[in-house]
């Protein structure tokens, strides 16, 4: 295995993973996406990366960290090969344990071996995984209409998250938790905290009792909800399905996120299909060109040794993929991106929400479409005839919305 020197060790270090740490992984820090975005920092990771392939090679590059064996996934084939393979590399890695362990102590991403194959299980027939329309598909459609309702003036994130977070609360938990925004704030609170992994002291009391809430609504098993299914899915005792459904909650703030990308992207692409299958892929393309997810860590089950893969390399590297920069929503749906990205990661712990996640965003997105128009009035960059920036704060997304006159409504 290569080994990277101390100066590209550190390269690394507050070139690609400080940036990642600093903007929070858990949850985001506004002002240091605002930053980073002026900085593109994640085009500056992709040119050190690209570099380092240049320089060392494909194979895996260990980096000099003294007491640790650290090592960069550099190659396609590689990233397959671990992520396929949850005995070896596994997911729990001890940043992500302790990270998570703030506000779901016992979710599916760091269980150990004995703990996963159950609540993996569960947790994918709860949330229909291998479907592409969930079960209720026609509920949560129907939840989408009733909430995305954009009005003409101006949108932000901020009003936009409002009703993203009714909708997420009446699909997960049931329609009586529309309005439960103290449950999110708990939940924001914790992982903030999540933020710093160990080096934030857990507070058990404050997790105590928003785990007791979130089992509140679990216990109240409201039709039309993921609650339900709880409900009608036999859990062995240590499922524990309130860490699984706040790890839920926790990924659909991420959604969120990308469904807001996704829009700017459309409004800056008009020519773009409005129908579901290129809206699903325009989400898609969202968390490609900015994953959510820029970090996937494994730690070798053997030694403990960590690997790193961060997705932003792969989606971005324009040595390899000629629409590395661009809005292409077709190679989602033309096979191009079958092998080389990882938005949601892949092998058996890919993301079991990723069909319920597009199937939710790209309803949204048609509900917003569908009497409105959006102007991307904060960031003209996206529709100009130039690469995408590497770096892009969802949060600073602003549009000015106008309601079409009758005569221009689509039909069907
Ligand atoms: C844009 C939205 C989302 C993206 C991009 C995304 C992406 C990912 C990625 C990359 C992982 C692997 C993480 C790792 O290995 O460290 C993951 C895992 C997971 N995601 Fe998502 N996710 C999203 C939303 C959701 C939602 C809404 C849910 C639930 C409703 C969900 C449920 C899960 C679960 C349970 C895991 C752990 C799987 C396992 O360990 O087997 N995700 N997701």
């Not at 290569?2 to 990642?20: C, F, G, H, Q």
């Not at 008009?270 to 969202?286: F, G, K």
Request: aromatic content about 8%; overall charge negative.
């Amino acid at each position: 295995m290569a080994r990277a020197s101390v100066l590209d060790t550190l390269r690394v270090a507050t070139t690609a993973l400080m940036p990642i740490v600093a903007r929070g992984a858990l949850l985001r820090r506004p002002s240091m996406v605002r930053a980073q975005e002026k900085a593109d920092a994640d085009r500056r990771l992709v040119r050190l990366l690209q570099r380092l392939r240049d320089t060392y090679g494909e194979d895996r590059l260990r980096l000099r960290v003294p007491g640790r064996s650290i090592s960069l996934v550099l190659s396609r084939e590689d990233v397959q090969h671990v992520l396929s393979d949850v005995v070896t590399y596994t997911p729990a890695n001890v940043e992500k344990r302790h990270a998570l362990a703030h506000f779901q102590p016992d979710g599916l991403l760091i269980s150990d071996a004995a703990d996963r194959p159950h609540r993996r299980t569960f947790t994918e027939a709860v949330l229909d995984t291998h479907s592409s329309v969930h079960a209720l598909g026609d509920v949560f459609a129907s939840k989408v209409d009733e909430e995305v309702t954009p009005t003409a003036g101006r949108l932000d994130w901020d009003d936009f998250a409002a009703s993203w977070w009714r909708l997420v609360r009446r699909i997960v938990l049931g329609d009586s938790a529309a309005d439960d925004s103290l449950l999110i704030e708990r939940l924001k609170s914790l992982r903030a905290n999540a933020n710093w992994s160990y080096f934030h002291r857990e507070e058990v009391e404050h997790r105590e009792i928003f785990l007791r809430h979130v089992r509140s609504y679990v216990d109240r098993a409201e039709p039309g909800s993921l609650a339900a299914r709880i409900a009608a899915q036999p859990a062995a005792a240590d499922v524990h399905p309130e860490s699984q459904v706040a790890h839920w909650l926790f990924a659909f703030d991420a959604a969120g996120m990308a469904t807001f990308q996704a829009l700017a992207l459309l409004a800056s692409h008009p020519s773009v299909p409005r129908d579901q299958d290129h809206l699903r892929a325009s989400v898609l393309e969202s968390v490609r060109l900015w994953p959510t997810t820029p970090l996937v860590l494994r730690d070798s089950a053997a030694d403990g040794s960590t690997l790193l893969i961060l997705a932003p390399f792969f989606h971005r590297d324009d040595q390899r993929l000629s629409y590395a920069n661009a809005f292409e929503p077709e190679v989602w749906l033309d096979g191009r991106a079958d092998h080389a990205l990882i938005p949601f990661s892949d092998g058996p712990a890919v993301c079991p929400g990723r069909n319920l996640v597009l199937f939710i965003a790209a309803k949204t997105l048609s509900a917003m479409f569908l009497e409105h128009d959006f102007m991307l009035t904060s960031h003209p960059q996206l529709a100009a005839d130039e690469p995408l920036p590497g770096t892009l704060n969802p949060l600073g997304l602003r549009f000015a919305v106008t309601a079409r006159t009758v005569d221009e409504v689509p039909v069907g």
